[in-house]
């Protein structure tokens, strides 16, 4: 909450929120006011599967309930979707796609927001 406080009067940037980031009213208010937000979604089923291919899971993502794998990552995001669609400005699907693919989605979304006679 701090960081997404003091980040949002900047320019230029982008800000990799964690998935968690919406819980608070704050937050998403924080993420709104700062600027144009990007929900990057993905299927329960690739979520999982990039979790578990990064050696670094277990060590950087504890376990947010008690069931933990696929159907912790069901759970979790039948809660936070509709906090995710709310904030969203975009929203990129990343399923079966490269990170660049990804990337050039959001940088054409990126262009038409700075276009003239485009709304914001």
């Known amino acids: 909450a701090a960081?997404?406080?003091e980040l949002g009067?900047?320019?230029?940037?982008?800000?990799?929120?964690?998935?968690?980031?919406?819980?608070r009213d704050a937050?998403?208010?924080?993420l709104r006011a700062s600027g144009k937000v990007v929900w990057?979604?993905?299927r329960p089923e690739t979520i999982t599967r990039r979790t578990d291919a990064d050696p670094t899971s277990?060590?950087?993502r504890p376990r947010l309930t008690a069931v933990g794998g696929i159907e912790e990552v069901r759970r979790v995001l039948a809660e936070r979707t509709p906090l995710y669609r709310g904030c969203a400005d975009l929203t990129v699907e990343t399923d079966d796609?490269?990170?660049?693919?990804v990337a050039e989605e959001i940088v054409r979304a990126a262009s038409a927001w700075g276009?003239?006679?485009?709304p914001e």
């Open 115 to 118: 276009a003239p006679g485009k």
């Open 9 to 23: 009067g900047r320019r230029r940037i982008v800000v990799a929120a964690g998935g968690g980031a919406v819980l």
């Open 40 to 42: 990057l979604r993905a």
């Open 97 to 101: 796609r490269t990170p660049e693919q």
């Open 3 to 5: 960081v997404l406080g």
């Open 27 to 30: 937050n998403r208010a924080a």
């Open 58 to 60: 277990a060590e950087r």
